[in-house]
C-alpha cells in the first residue's frame, strides 16, 4: 500500500524544515531561481550580493531541471522549468486528438521535441490542445534536458501544461530535494503531499501559486517523481494559458494530484532518461558534513541576541546558507545568513561606494532597502563583509516572519549593530 505524508496550510510550525529552493528549485533549484522563484530559487540567498554563489549553485543543478523546493524546480511559484541553452522545437496548435500517437522507444532511436509533446499529448486526458513546444534528448548537450508543453484545453478552459525530465544521483542530494516539500517561509502554497510508489519511486505533489506574493492569483499546481534508479520527472499545470502573463482562465488546473502523479509516473518518460547520456560530473555525492547548512545554523543561532527566541529555522543543501525566524514578542522577524568561501572575484561588485575598509582589511557594506518579494511593508536591512581571504558573510533581516507576507513590525527584530557583530563574528571562522 502507497504510503503518504500530508501538509497542509494548518500547518504552523517549520522549525524542522530544510530549504529548499527552488528550485527553488525550483529548480530553487532546478530549479527556484527560474522565473520569481529560483532567487531560487532558490528565493533564499541574501541582500542580492550573492552573484558567485548562485552561479555555483545553478551550475551544480542544472541537472535538477531548473526546484523549492521546490522548488525549485521542485519548489512553486516558478517559471516553466525548462531554463537550459538550445532552441526548443514548436509545434503549431492542435486540434481535438483524432490519431493515435506513435509509440516511441527511446532506447531504441534517438527522442526528439516532436516525441516529446506527442508522448504529452498522449498521456493527457481527451481535449484540444494549442501552442506546443519541446526539446528531446540532444547526445552533443546532456544538460539540455528533454522537456514538452502544451496548452491543454478540456472544456473547462485553457491549461498550460509541462513535463520536463532528467537524471539524478540516486539517493544524492538533489534526488532528496527534489520530493522535499518547499520550505513555507519561501515558498507558500496550499497543500504538499509525498507518496512512495509500489516500485519505490517517491512523489510529491504541490498546490501551490505561480508568484509567491499572489500579485496575480495564477495557480501552479506541480509533480516531481525519483525513481530508485535516478530519474527525475517534473510535471507542471497553471489555471492559465502560460505560467506567466496570461489572464487565469479557470478556477484551477485541469489536473488533479492523482492525475499530476499518474502522469509524473508513467513509463515512457523513464524511457527518454535512459536516452539521456551520463553526465560525467554527477558521479559522486558531496560529503555528508556539506548537505545541510546545520552548522552554519547553530553558530547563527548561538550569535541571536538575548531577548530573541528562534522560533522557525531551516538551511539550504550546499552548508552556505540558513535562516532563522526571532521573535521579541513585538512579531516574527526573518534573519538569514549566507556563509560563502573564495569571493574575492566579486568584492568589485558587492563592495562599491559607500562602504568601508576595517583595519585587518575587512570590507563591510551596510544598507537599508524594500523587500524583494512583495510582502507589504517589508523591509531588508543587510550587511555584507569580506575578509582579505575571500571568505564572505552576508546577513540580512526583515520586519515580518517571510519575504513574502505583509510586515509584523515596523523594522527587523535586529538592529543594524547587532547584525554586524554577528557578520563580524570570529566563529565562523570554524
Not at 88 to 111: C, F, G, K, L, Q
Request: hydrophobic share 35%; net charge negative; glycine share 10%.
Amino acid at each position: 500500500m502507497p504510503v503518504e505524508r500530508q501538509y497542509n496550510d494548518s500547518d504552523s510550525s517549520n522549525s524542522d524544515n530544510s530549504h529548499g529552493d527552488a528550485f527553488e528549485v525550483r529548480l530553487s533549484a532546478a530549479l527556484h531561481d527560474a522565473g520569481d522563484t529560483f532567487d531560487a530559487d532558490r528565493g533564499a540567498l541574501v541582500a542580492g550580493g550573492t552573484v558567485r554563489g548562485r552561479r555555483l549553485r545553478l551550475r551544480r543543478r542544472t541537472t535538477l531541471l531548473g526546484g523549492a523546493a521546490g522548488v525549485a524546480l521542485a519548489g512553486v511559484g516558478g517559471a516553466l522549468l525548462v531554463p537550459w541553452s538550445g532552441a526548443p522545437s514548436e509545434r503549431s496548435p492542435s486540434a481535438v486528438r483524432t490519431t493515435p500517437h506513435p509509440t516511441v522507444s527511446p532506447t531504441d532511436r534517438a527522442v526528439t521535441s516532436d516525441d516529446m509533446i506527442s508522448m504529452l499529448e498522449k498521456l493527457l486526458p481527451e481535449g484540444k490542445f494549442g501552442k506546443a513546444e519541446g526539446r528531446g534528448v540532444d547526445p552533443s548537450e546532456p544538460l539540455a534536458a528533454p522537456y514538452a508543453q502544451v496548452v491543454f484545453d478540456d472544456g473547462q478552459g485553457p491549461a498550460a501544461v509541462s513535463v520536463a525530465v532528467n537524471r539524478v544521483l540516486p539517493g544524492g542530494s538533489d534526488a532528496r530535494q527534489a520530493v522535499r516539500c518547499p520550505d513555507k517561509v519561501y515558498t507558500p502554497y496550499d497543500s504538499c503531499s509525498t507518496s512512495h510508489l509500489p516500485d519505490a519511486s517517491v512523489v510529491t505533489v504541490v498546490k501551490g501559486y505561480e508568484y509567491p506574493d499572489r500579485r496575480v492569483d495564477t495557480k501552479l499546481w506541480t509533480a516531481n517523481l525519483v525513481t530508485p534508479d535516478g530519474h527525475h520527472v517534473s510535471v507542471s499545470e497553471w489555471n492559465a494559458a502560460a505560467e506567466k502573463d496570461a489572464p487565469v482562465s479557470r478556477d484551477e488546473p485541469p489536473l488533479s494530484a492523482a492525475q499530476l502523479k499518474k502522469l509524473a509516473a508513467a513509463q515512457e518518460w523513464r524511457g527518454v532518461v535512459d536516452a539521456i547520456p551520463e553526465d560525467p560530473r554527477q558521479t559522486q555525492e558531496p560529503p555528508a558534513a556539506q548537505e545541510d547548512g546545520g552548522a552554519i545554523r547553530k553558530t547563527l543561532t548561538s550569535l541571536v541576541p538575548k531577548g530573541l527566541k528562534v522560533v522557525a529555522h531551516g538551511s539550504d543543501d550546499d552548508a552556505q546558507f540558513t535562516y532563522v525566524v526571532v521573535d521579541d514578542g513585538k512579531g516574527r522577524s526573518l534573519v538569514q545568513i549566507n556563509v560563502q568561501p573564495d569571493m574575492s572575484d566579486v568584492a568589485g561588485q558587492l563592495f562599491g561606494a559607500g562602504s568601508e575598509t576595517l583595519a585587518d582589511g575587512t570590507r563591510v557594506a551596510e544598507k537599508k532597502q524594500p523587500g524583494e518579494k512583495g510582502g507589504a511593508g517589508v523591509v531588508m536591512w543587510t550587511v555584507d563583509t569580506l575578509r582579505t581571504d575571500g571568505f564572505r558573510v552576508v546577513i540580512s533581516a526583515f520586519n515580518s516572519g517571510s519575504q513574502q507576507t505583509a510586515a509584523t513590525r515596523t523594522a527587523p527584530a535586529l538592529t543594524m549593530k547587532q547584525l554586524r557583530a554577528i557578520a563580524l563574528s570570529t566563529k565562523w571562522r570554524s
